[in-house]
């Protein structure tokens, strides 16, 4: 639940999470599980799940889930890659929390 509440709180429209070992996919899905149960449609976002743990895993595995998109990566390059095209990432300068991490 923590991770619905950081979201909640922050208005956070990507939320991540890496799953590393020794977890494995049903630690991945067991968190998908949470935030899918804590999902807010007035607040939506994307998620992307990482780490080797995941190499095998495609984000069809998490279809089920309300979000709007979920990606699975297992490399850091892979993400890097994905979250360089993420243009579909609008600022909202009403949730900008960004320049609270920066002072």
């Known amino acids: 639940m923590d991770f619905a509440t950081m979201q909640s709180r922050r208005h956070a429209r990507l939320v991540c999470i890496s799953i590393v ?23 939506p976002y994307y998620l992307v799940l990482g780490g080797q743990a995941l ?6 595995r ?14 850091t390059g892979t993400f890097a890659r994905w979250l360089d095209s993420a243009s579909f ?13 920066l002072s």
Do not use: C
Request: no cysteine; aromatic share 8%.
């Open 55 to 60: 190499a095998s895993s495609s984000p069809a």
């Open 89 to 101: 990432l609008p600022i909202d300068k009403a949730h900008d929390t960004s320049q609270e991490f």
């Open 21 to 43: 070992p020794p977890s494995i996919v049903s630690d991945a899905e067991r968190h998908v599980d949470m935030l899918a149960r804590f999902y807010d449609p007035g607040n």
């Open 62 to 75: 998490f279809s089920r889930s309300p979000f709007l998109d979920v990606q699975v990566h297992s490399t």
